[in-house]
DNA sequence: TTAAACCCTATTGAATTAGTATGAATTATA
DNA sequence: TATAATTCATACTAATTCAATAGGGTTTAA
């Protein structure tokens, strides 16, 4: 019942991205000695944002990367379900799956469907802007 | 992000024992076919469950296990914590670790404490007795 | 022309998952 | 007392996922 490191890194990633307002793009180097990760998984990473359109690439020497979109329209649901896959507690309860063919155990059932509505209540009401205005707050020492 | 069978068979089993009143201990088999699930695999969850104290088993023919206490004093989190271990969504946010060393993201961490705070309080406040409620209702055909 | 950057795919060691398998210990009952 | 039903304990395994690492290829600014 964890996130995975390229949910998590994804997340620090884009914000790292979008705590940036310089308009340049910032190369996967720099963000991976910022953040103390693995450079090369870090490209993998990123790939899967650039490939669904969440960052804009730059290729050629002072290349790298930007967001395409403002933060605030970015959600940390939609950052985390691309790179970790869906979020639901249980296969049962992912929206795709209609029936799971066990529908006599209801009252578990009801047990992931509350915790499914939890998980998605919080990650699709934080937006990346929110995660800017947070870290700004904490780095000024409030 | 998803909850093993080792958790989801916990919690069918200890509901399984809750719907039950007759006094009399069940056995594993029958509860793996009413469960349609391996009984081996339901031996080794059970004597978790046995262990800390949630089950009280009665070796022999006519054996089985029994809830060692009324469903109302079982939670939900109980039970999934003791066979899947912690629920928080990254091992940052888990009681015992105080730091993880990387303060300087608490804008991350901002979200999983929040993600962790959900989560907890959909599973702390759901007990094996809301669980016998809403299966009889819903056998019942509401 | 060079080198800095992105792009792409394969490989890998470790851990986890979801069970199987085997057999021992206990005990009600015929 | 013999049998069989049950729990108890431990070892094994095939498949998958995780978290990278490795080794190149392509683009392009300077």
Same mark, same amino acid.
């Given at each position: 019942?964890?996130?995975?490191?390229?949910?998590?890194?994804?997340?620090?990633?884009?914000?790292?991205?979008?705590?940036?307002?310089?308009?340049?793009?910032?190369?996967?180097?720099?963000?991976?000695?910022?953040?103390?990760?693995?450079?090369?998984?870090?490209?993998?990473?990123?790939? %899967? =944002?650039?490939?669904?359109?969440?960052?804009?690439?730059?290729?050629?020497?002072?290349?790298?990367?930007?967001?395409?979109?403002?933060?605030?329209?970015?959600?940390?649901?939609?950052?985390?379900? =691309?790179?970790?896959?869906?979020?639901?507690?249980?296969?049962?309860?992912?929206?795709?799956?209609? &029936?799971?063919?066990?529908?006599?155990?209801?009252?578990?059932?009801?047990?992931?469907?509350?915790?499914? &509505?939890? %998980?998605?209540?919080?990650?699709?009401?934080?937006?990346?802007? &929110?995660?800017?205005?947070?870290?700004?707050?904490?780095?000024?020492?409030?």
């Amino acid at each position: 019942m964890k996130i995975s490191t390229k949910g998590r890194y994804a997340l620090r990633l884009m914000l790292d991205l979008a705590m940036d307002n310089s308009g340049k793009p910032i190369s996967i180097k720099e963000i991976a000695g910022r953040q103390e990760i693995s450079d090369k998984y870090l490209e993998q990473i990123i790939s %899967i =944002l650039n490939s669904a359109g969440f960052v804009r690439s730059v290729r050629g020497p002072q290349g790298g990367y930007m967001l395409k979109n403002d933060p605030q329209n970015y959600t940390v649901g939609m950052i985390l379900r =691309l790179t970790e896959g869906s979020l639901a507690p249980v296969s049962c309860v992912e929206d795709k799956i209609a &029936d799971c063919g066990r529908m006599e155990n209801c009252a578990t059932m009801n047990v992931w469907k509350r915790l499914n &509505d939890a %998980i998605n209540g919080v990650v699709d009401n934080i937006t990346l802007s &929110d995660l800017v205005e947070w870290q700004k707050s904490c780095e000024s020492g409030f």
